[in-house]
C-alpha cells in the first residue's frame, strides 16, 4: 500500500501533521509513506521514522505552470492507494486530483468535496488537552471513537553527532548545564504575531531576576536588527545573562541548540511547536488574534502554559473571535503589557524544576 500525505505549509504545521503519518504508519504497518512538504520545511522532519520518503514541493512549482505539471505527472506514476490531503488549498487539491488514487481524504470545504472520497469535518472545540490542531488532524486517520483514546504527540528526530556537536558549540560559549538555559522565542513570523518590543523586553528582565538563567535569543538573520533592538531594551543586569551571539545558523542547528534549553518562552509559533516537539516545558505569549484553543498543544498549567490577551480583557473583542480581530492585532497587543504576562511567567518559573 502506498500513501501520500500533502501538508504544505509553515513549519509548525508541517511538524505538527507528522502525527498523521505516525498514525498511519501504526494502522498499516507494511506501507510505504510519503510526505509531501515545502522545501523550506524539510529541516523539522529529518530522522522522522513515521515515513518513507520526504517529497518536496519546491518553489518553482509555484513560479512555473511547466514545472507544476510535470511534477504532478510525478505524483500520478506513484500511483498511490491513499492520499491525505491535510493542506486543502489549490495546490493540494490538484496534486490530489491528479494522484488518481482510489480513497483521497481532506477536511471539507464545500466547493471541493467533490475531488474526495472522502472529507473530514473539524471539529470546533477540543475533547483533550491535545488542542484543536491535533485532534482534527488524527480525524483525517482515526474515528470519531479513537480520537480522545489516540492522541498523538508530534516528535523531533536529532542524531547524537548533531546534539554533541551543538553541546560543543554551548559549552565553547561559555554555557553549561550547571546553569538553567532559557531560549526566548522574541520574535514571531511578522508583526502581528509579535509581543511589543518594550514588553518583551520587561518579560525577560523578569525571567533574568526570576531564574538566573544563561538567555539565548530565536532569530534569524533578517531579524537580528530588531533582535538587538529587544536586547537593548534590556537592563545592563540581564544582558549579562544574554549570549546574543550563540544561534542556530540553520534550522536544524536551532533544533540541536534547543535540545539543551530548560525551557523555551515568548510568541507563539514554529519554535514553541518544535520545543514541545523535543519534550522540552514551554511558556507561550499568544497574538491577540490567534485562536488559542486552536494551538496550544499539550497545556497543562504546568510543563506548558500560555497568556492570551483574550484570558484577561475578553471585552476588548466584543462579540467577535480573536481571528476576525486580526486586523487589529497591533492595537489589541498594547493591552497585553507586561504587567499582564509577568504574574503568570513567575508563578511558572518558580514551580519549574530546572
Request: proline residues 4%; contains cysteine.
Amino acid at each position: 500500500m502506498k500513501i501520500l500525505v500533502i501538508q504544505q505549509k509553515m513549519i509548525g504545521d508541517v511538524l505538527t501533521s507528522t502525527i498523521i503519518c505516525e498514525a498511519l504508519a501504526k494502522e498499516y504497518p507494511d506501507a510505504t509513506i510519503d510526505y509531501l512538504v515545502n522545501s523550506n520545511t524539510k529541516p523539522v522532519i529529518l530522522e522522522n521514522p513515521f515515513f518513507n520518503n520526504v517529497i518536496e514541493f519546491k518553489n518553482e512549482y509555484r513560479d512555473s505552470k511547466k514545472a507544476f505539471y510535470f511534477f504532478l505527472k510525478e505524483i500520478k506514476k506513484s500511483k498511490y492507494d491513499l492520499v491525505i490531503d491535510a493542506y486543502g488549498k489549490l495546490e493540494s487539491n490538484l496534486i490530489s486530483y491528479f494522484s488518481k488514487a482510489p480513497k483521497k481524504i481532506s477536511f471539507y470545504k464545500w466547493y471541493t468535496q467533490f475531488l474526495y472520497s472522502k472529507v473530514i469535518h473539524r471539529k470546533p472545540e477540543p475533547i483533550t488537552n491535545a488542542s484543536i490542531a491535533i485532534e482534527n488532524r488524527l480525524r483525517l486517520v482515526y474515528s470519531e471513537e479513537k480520537i480522545a483514546t489516540h492522541i498523538i504527540q508530534p516528535k523531533i528526530f536529532l542524531t547524537e553527532e548533531e546534539k554533541n556537536t551543538s553541546k560543543s558549540y554551548l559549552q565553547d560559549n561559555g554555557i553549561t548545564s550547571e546553569t538553567p538555559l532559557i531560549m526566548i522565542s522574541v520574535l514571531g513570523s511578522e508583526m502581528r504575531k509579535t509581543l511589543p518590543f518594550d514588553y518583551m523586553a520587561k518579560v525577560i528582565d523578569e525571567i533574568v531576576a526570576t531564574s538566573s538563567g544563561n538567555i539565548l535569543f530565536n532569530y534569524i538573520p533578517s531579524q537580528e536588527k530588531d533582535a538587538k533592538a529587544i536586547y537593548d531594551l534590556t537592563t545592563k543586569n540581564t544582558q549579562k545573562h544574554i549570549h546574543f551571539n550563540v544561534f542556530g545558523k540553520s534550522l536544524r542547528e536551532f533544533i540541536a541548540i534547543l535540545s539543551h534549553c530548560n525551557v523555551l518562552i515568548g510568541n507563539e509559533g514554529g519554535a514553541v511547536n518544535m520545543a514541545k516537539a523535543l519534550d522540552k516545558p514551554t511558556f507561550t505569549i499568544f497574538s491577540p488574534w490567534i485562536i488559542k484553543k486552536d494551538w496550544n498543544m499539550f497545556e497543562d498549567g504546568t510543563k506548558h502554559d500560555s497568556v492570551h490577551l483574550y484570558d484577561t480583557k475578553p471585552e476588548l473583542y466584543g462579540d467577535k473571535t480573536p481571528k476576525e480581530m486580526k486586523h487589529k492585532a497591533l492595537e489589541l497587543y498594547k493591552n497585553l503589557s507586561s504587567e499582564l504576562i509577568i504574574p503568570k511567567l513567575r508563578s511558572y518559573l518558580q514551580n519549574l524544576k530546572f
